[in-house]
């Protein structure tokens, strides 16, 4: 490790094989926290590469606890987090709406390490109960038509990264690997990104694989569509930007998509929209996302899958989805 942090600090990039060799040297435990944390370090000051990303990648999946839920052929839309935007839950909220129109989900999630409330947390706050047990989670996709895969529980290996996380609160580049880690290997996905940059490395590493895929960043800095400008989106048809206009709205300002100052408020808006029950702004936001991901997964026009968004929120398909799976996880 320290030949490693020695080539790091005079500004070397790693190779794929390295980065992989670093990060599982970190996961079983043999890296004290003052190497973990200027490793760390090193990728807040300058760009990572798309073989140390890949390398990375390759490391949290051989450690991880993997689940096979392909007879499900799930979607799983996640964002990287790390945007400092403070938005309220728009990627699980619309995990949910997309479970309601029909289409399996496997949701990746996490505690907020850089905002408020993580996935985990408002999921958490509401009831939902976490676990990797196979037979529970088939169930849960089975009959509620989503699952939700807790990072900490699939990434037993993270342990000895997340108090170093949680004590910096700050983005670092494992803000950029959730989506590139769910345990489930799903060959559909959403993923909302940070920045232009990375929008470049995930493209470079999805472009070349048989997932279906949607790869978004707003160009005012959200990582997922937040309907307050243009959304910069790639998939296996190309590049496109994609407005507000296209599903017919008008601009949102950014603090009607905002996220509270607690779980608490969190979890309050989270239940307003599976109910029909939100703001314009906040259904409008929920239904953009969602309809893009039932979209991809139906390879239909964008407008048409708001309209399914839309209707699986009116006919209370979204929060049956919500329900089945709290009541899953009281049973």
Do not use: W
Request: aromatic share 8%; net charge neutral.
């Amino acid at each position: 490790m320290k030949e490693i942090l020695t080539r790091l600090t005079q500004h070397q990039k790693l190779n794929q094989q390295e980065a992989k060799d670093a990060l599982l040297f970190i996961g079983s435990g043999a890296a004290d926290p003052y190497q973990v944390t200027t490793f760390l370090s090193v990728f807040m000051m300058r760009s990572i590469s798309v073989n140390e990303l890949a390398g990375f990648r390759d490391a949290l999946l051989e450690l991880c606890v993997a689940i096979d839920l392909s007879a499900y052929n799930p979607i799983d839309l996640c964002g990287t987090g790390g945007d400092g935007k403070d938005t309220f839950n728009i990627s699980t909220l619309s995990s949910f709406v997309t479970a309601g129109a029909g289409i399996h989900v496997a949701k990746h999630g996490n505690y907020g390490v850089s905002s408020s409330c993580g996935s985990s947390n408002v999921l958490e706050y509401l009831g939902i109960r976490f676990a990797n047990d196979a037979d529970f989670l088939e169930r849960c996709i089975d009959k509620a038509g989503i699952c939700v895969l807790h990072a900490p529980l699939f990434h037993p290996a993270m342990k000895h990264v997340a108090p170093i996380r949680k004590a910096l609160g700050l983005k670092t580049f494992f803000n950029m690997l959730g989506p590139l880690v769910n345990p489930c290997s799903p060959k559909r996905q959403i993923v909302g990104v940070f920045n232009l940059a990375l929008f470049r490395l995930y493209h470079f590493l999805f472009q070349d694989t048989d997932k279906q895929f949607c790869i978004l960043h707003a160009l005012d800095g959200y990582d997922e569509i937040s309907l307050t400008g243009a959304t910069k989106a790639v998939s296996k048809k190309g590049e496109q930007l994609i407005r507000p206009s296209d599903f017919g709205l008008t601009p949102l300002s950014p603090t009607s998509i905002g996220g509270g100052n607690s779980v608490s408020d969190a979890a309050t808006i989270f239940m307003n929209v599976l109910n029909n029950k939100a703001t314009p702004a906040q259904h409008q936001v929920v239904c953009a996302n969602a309809g893009t991901a039932i979209a991809t997964a139906l390879d239909i026009p964008l407008i048409e899958g708001y309209v399914k968004a839309e209707e699986s929120i009116a006919s209370g398909k979204a929060v049956q989805a919500f329900n089945k799976l709290l009541a899953l996880s009281k049973a």
